[in-house]
């Protein structure tokens, strides 16, 4: 089990780029989630998905900020137009349905520069 | 607001002592409560976890309380070691669209234990 999965783990970009960050769960986990972790603002929830389908997104910035999840194997975070403010460590987390604990990737460090 | 607050962001405790973090939350609706311990490649961990039926558990070093009129929940960590220092996040959960949990988190106390 290689636990979950995130590439790249640090990804540059420069301002007004877009920027792709991929995630593989663990395999048979049915939640995925997506969190950002800043030093000002913690480690804050953005969206999740349960077997595929998004479920709650009440995290997402409204505008630049897209999640999909096209099969069970891997999930994307996109986020256009990137800005300074977007850097940060971006973490994926994998969970079995009907269990609580959720189990991290190690994270994608975006710079915006 | 923050719905999950740590209000140490360090501690530091002499080895063989008790570490206590703290946590306190606004939302009635959580009903899980955890904590997370954070390791330098940005991965956390889970460490120990609560229902909001029970106010304490155990798991050898590691006892978490949960007083929910207070809304308020700690993590001891007895007979502390150096290999304990680390970043810790509480973290607490209600259900989102189902049988999943979304989890809020706290930003984290560091703890150092010193030899």
């Known amino acids: 089990n290689a636990g979950v999965i995130q590439t790249p783990r640090h990804k540059v970009t420069g301002k007004g780029q877009e920027a792709t960050l991929w995630c593989e769960p663990i395999s048979g986990h049915s939640a995925v989630f997506w969190y950002r972790q800043t030093i000002v603002q913690g480690l804050e929830f953005l969206t999740y998905f349960r077997n595929q389908a998004p479920i709650d997104d009440s995290g997402m910035p409204k505008e630049r900020f897209s999640a999909q999840m096209p099969n069970q194997s891997h999930s994307t975070l996109k986020i256009q137009s990137t800005q300074p403010q977007d850097s940060a460590v971006y973490l994926c987390?994998?969970?079995?349905?009907?269990?609580?604990?959720?189990?991290f990737g190690k994270g994608t460090r975006l710079t915006v520069v | 607001g923050q719905q999950v607050k740590q209000s140490s962001p360090s501690l530091t405790v002499q080895e063989g002592g008790i570490s206590i973090l703290n946590c306190d939350y606004e939302?009635?609706?959580?009903?899980?409560f955890a904590w997370y311990k954070k390791y330098p490649d940005n991965s956390p961990t889970l460490l120990i976890s609560v229902r909001s039926n029970v106010d304490k558990r155990e798991d050898g070093r590691l006892t978490v309380f949960l007083n929910k009129s207070g809304k308020h929940f700690s993590l001891h960590i007895t007979a502390s070691q150096p290999e304990d220092t680390a970043v810790y996040l509480c973290a607490a959960g209600a259900p989102s669209g189902g049988s999943n949990y979304k989890l809020t988190f706290g930003k984290g106390t560091l703890l150092t234990v010193t030899p």
């Open positions: 987390a994998s969970s079995l349905r009907r269990v609580t604990e959720v189990f």
């Open positions: 939302n009635d609706m959580f009903d899980y």
